[in-house]
């Protein structure tokens, strides 16, 4: 069975920090898909980053980057010089198949991120 | 390019009445999934649609909950005579099956309290 795992359930941090959020996945799929996604305050879910199974490169995008390792079943996120705007609720989220052909996303039970200023 | 919108916004709703909630996805994708967020969960999978067809369905989704997308564009999620355990943020999402890759979209949410 699928699942993903954000151990930290509250992080709060200066303004300017660096903060990493973790991911621990299970599944037993040779080809899946990872994701991140932000709950702001208001509640819409913002996608950040998708990552398949077979590209463990790591990828950085301004002040965030993801360090994915298949070894470890990780996919944690990174922000670097954090800001009282990424405060949100952050998701990790693995694509799991299902038998009409599409997937469906298994997520954690999400970080709330508190930026201080 | 509109994203995915969801009306209302918020509902409150007497235990036994019955609620519907409209999600209208981006124009031109053909997958539309409803998920089920509750307080301090991640969101959990409901149903999915491909065009009309309505091709998935998780156990969550009882007998009391019914979902349409008569046309294969907006989509209806109906939940009859609702419980105080129905309570929770209703998602849609929607996404394209061009490529390989299958990124879901998801809109603001309808927030549901049942008294």
């Known amino acids: 069975a699928q699942k993903v795992t954000q151990a930290q359930t509250e992080i709060s941090v200066v303004e300017k920090e660096d903060v990493t959020l973790d991911c621990v996945y299970e599944t037993r799929d040779t080809t899946y898909y990872l994701f991140w996604y932000k709950q702001p305050p208001s509640g819409e879910l913002v996608f950040l980053i998708r990552?398949?199974?077979?590209?463990?490169q790591n990828e950085i995008s301004g002040r965030y980057s993801w360090n994915f390792q298949k070894s470890t079943s990780s996919f944690n996120f990174t922000i670097t010089a954090s800001q009282v705007v990424d405060s949100a609720v952050y998701f990790c989220?693995?694509?799991?198949?299902?038998?009409?052909?599409?997937?469906?996303?298994?997520f954690g039970t999400g970080t709330r991120l508190k930026v201080l200023a | 390019d509109t994203g995915v919108s969801q009306n209302p916004r918020h509902k409150i709703t007497k235990r036994g009445q019955n609620v519907t909630f409209r999600c209208d996805p981006i124009s031109e994708h053909n997958r539309l999934y409803w998920y089920r967020q509750t307080l301090g969960q991640g969101p959990e999978f409901l149903t999915y649609f491909q065009n009309e067809a309505q091709l998935e369905k998780s156990r969550l989704l009882s007998d009391r909950f019914s979902a349409e997308r008569p046309k294969g564009s907006f989509s209806t999620l109906e939940i009859q005579r609702t419980e105080q355990g129905d309570s929770a943020m209703y998602l849609c999402?929607?996404?394209?099956?061009?490529?390989?890759?299958?990124?879901?979209?998801f809109g603001p949410g309808t927030r549901l309290t049942v008294l």
């Open positions: 999402a929607s996404s394209s099956n061009e490529g390989a890759t299958d990124t879901q979209y």
């Open positions: 989220a693995l694509s799991a198949p299902t038998t009409s052909g599409t997937y469906k996303y298994i």
């Open positions: 990552r398949n199974s077979f590209d463990e």
